[in-house]
């Protein structure tokens, strides 16, 4: 009975393609569309979120190296750290362009 469901709902998942909108007339999005703010939050977001797990191994290696207290949640907050200063400093960086 279990496999039953689970292939149901794999094949009801994977046919919500076969229902998508025709994108044929869509149109590319303006220069002017988005705010600046808009375009400088979306770029933040991704550096931190793209960051995290680049760094992560890094921070486990130095913490590890430091102090042999690689707590998953102490590690990730370091990372969190790390990639929302190189956010910010990316942010400025953009300012001054």
Do not use: H
């Not at 550096?47 to 949640?73: C, E, H, K, R, S």
Request: proline letters at 4%; charged letters at 15%.
């Amino acid at each position: 009975m279990l496999k039953k469901t689970i292939a149901v709902l794999l094949l009801l998942v994977c046919s919500f393609s076969l229902f998508a909108l025709d994108m044929s007339n869509a149109k590319p999005y303006e220069e002017s569309e988005f705010p600046k703010w808009q375009l400088n939050l979306r770029r933040a977001e991704t550096i931190f979120f793209g960051g995290i797990p680049l760094i992560y191994p890094i921070t486990y290696l130095a913490v590890d190296a430091l102090n042999g207290n690689t707590d998953f949640w102490n590690v990730m907050a370091i990372t969190c750290g790390i990639t929302a200063s190189i956010s910010i400093i990316d942010y400025f960086i953009g300012l001054g362009k």
